[in-house]
């Protein structure tokens, strides 16, 4: 009789201890959830583009976002399912629906739609053509040109908000000038030195600076078939 109370303990003992070591592996699984996945910074891709009389800088954020900015009006949107391209709206009556990589169109609430061509696709290289000077910069964006067949500096300023047309510039020694339809003395000179663009690395053969009214926008330029 006096050994059931020992055969009793020596099994309840042995019971406590072979359960002990099964709790660590299950508070151990508890432990190695998947770690966090951390967001992937977002990396935006910049297109210009020139819709009509404006122009047009877009920014889009992968396939789902695309910041658009026309002068100092900034249109934040998001994607819409569209039978082809990709088209981004902002609910408030924008949208900018690109088709491929170098067109597009522009909707404005209250404005006629605009047809989109990517400025880099057609006049990234900065080619004259047969105009006498080409000159454009950035921040803000602009650009003149002076055309070779019949005289005349047409010039666009603050991402293509402002627009202004000189018929007959002046010529000198180192570029035009005169004055507007409405008045505003309109002046584009160069420097023959060779000129860098700050945003996309390209070498020009001129430095220009554009003066209109008492503002100065700075830039690069390239001549073209009927150099001055």
Not at 11 to 25: D, H, I, K, R, T
Not at 38 to 67: H, I, K, M, W
Not at 94 to 122: I, M, P, Q, Y
Not at 212 to 223: A, D, P
């Amino acid at each position: 009789m006096r050994a059931v109370p020992s055969l009793l303990t020596a099994s309840l003992g042995f019971v406590l201890a072979a359960c002990q070591p099964a709790q660590p592996p299950v508070a151990g699984g508890n432990d190695t959830s998947p770690p966090t996945p951390q967001p992937e910074a977002s990396t935006g891709s910049a297109t210009a583009f020139q819709c009509g009389d404006l122009s047009v800088r877009a920014t889009f954020n992968g396939e789902d976002a695309a910041t658009v900015v026309i002068g100092d009006r900034t249109f934040a949107m998001t994607s819409e399912r569209v039978a082809s391209g990709a088209k981004y709206a902002d609910g408030k009556g924008n949208s900018f629906w690109t088709k491929g990589s170098d067109d597009g169109l522009l909707s404005l609430k209250g404005e006629a739609d605009r047809e989109c061509h990517a400025v880099d696709a057609t006049e990234g290289d900065g080619s004259a053509g047969t105009a006498a000077f080409r000159a454009s910069g950035n921040e803000p964006g602009w650009l003149a040109v002076v055309d070779g067949d019949a005289p005349g500096l047409q010039v666009e300023v603050d991402y293509g908000e402002r627009r202004f047309d000189v018929a007959k510039p002046t010529e000198g020694a180192d570029g035009w000038s005169g004055k507007a339809s409405d008045g505003t003395d309109v002046k584009l000179s160069f420097q023959r030195t060779t000129c860098q663009d700050d945003m996309s690395g390209e070498a020009f053969e001129a430095k220009a600076m554009l003066t209109v009214g008492t503002r100065q926008y700075h830039g690069c330029g390239n001549f073209g078939a009927k150099q001055p």
